[in-house]
């Protein structure tokens, strides 16, 4: 990875990616009867409720949650670090090293 003609980083992509997720995006059908899950921390989008979990331990309790609800998963996606955050990372990791103008 080049910064202003310099190397700030190098390696394959998998190594700098890693295998953290920044969070997973779970996608619920609305629950019958009105009942609640995601105590207000979803988002709605039509029919549909958008929660980010910030791990699987998470994701998992919201999916018992929204069963309990009768509320359906219809969709779950872990999101993880782009190059464009590794990037960001490396350029201001060498600013604080005093490497960067």
Same mark, same amino acid.
């Given at each position: =990875?080049?910064? &202003?003609?310099?190397?700030?980083?190098?390696? #394959?992509? !998998?190594?700098? =990616?890693?295998?953290?997720?920044?969070?997973?995006?779970?996608?619920?059908? &609305?629950?019958?009867?009105?009942?609640?899950? @995601? #105590?207000?921390?979803?988002?709605? &989008? @039509? *029919? +549909?409720?958008?929660? %980010?979990?910030? #791990?699987?331990? *998470?994701?998992? %309790?919201?999916?018992?949650?929204? %069963?309990?609800?009768? +509320?359906?998963?219809? +969709? =779950?996606? +872990?999101?993880?670090? #782009?190059? *464009?955050?590794?990037?960001? !990372? &490396?350029?201001?990791?060498?600013?604080?090293?005093?490497?960067?103008?």
């Amino acid at each position: =990875m080049l910064l &202003q003609g310099r190397k700030v980083a190098e390696g #394959n992509v !998998e190594e700098m =990616m890693g295998r953290e997720v920044k969070y997973i995006e779970l996608v619920f059908s &609305q629950p019958r009867g009105g009942a609640a899950i @995601g #105590n207000g921390t979803g988002i709605l &989008q @039509g *029919e +549909s409720l958008v929660i %980010r979990a910030v #791990n699987f331990d *998470e994701a998992d %309790r919201w999916i018992a949650d929204a %069963r309990e609800g009768g +509320s359906q998963l219809r +969709s =779950m996606v +872990s999101v993880k670090r #782009n190059l *464009e955050d590794i990037y960001v !990372e &490396q350029v201001e990791a060498g600013a604080l090293r005093g490497g960067g103008k």
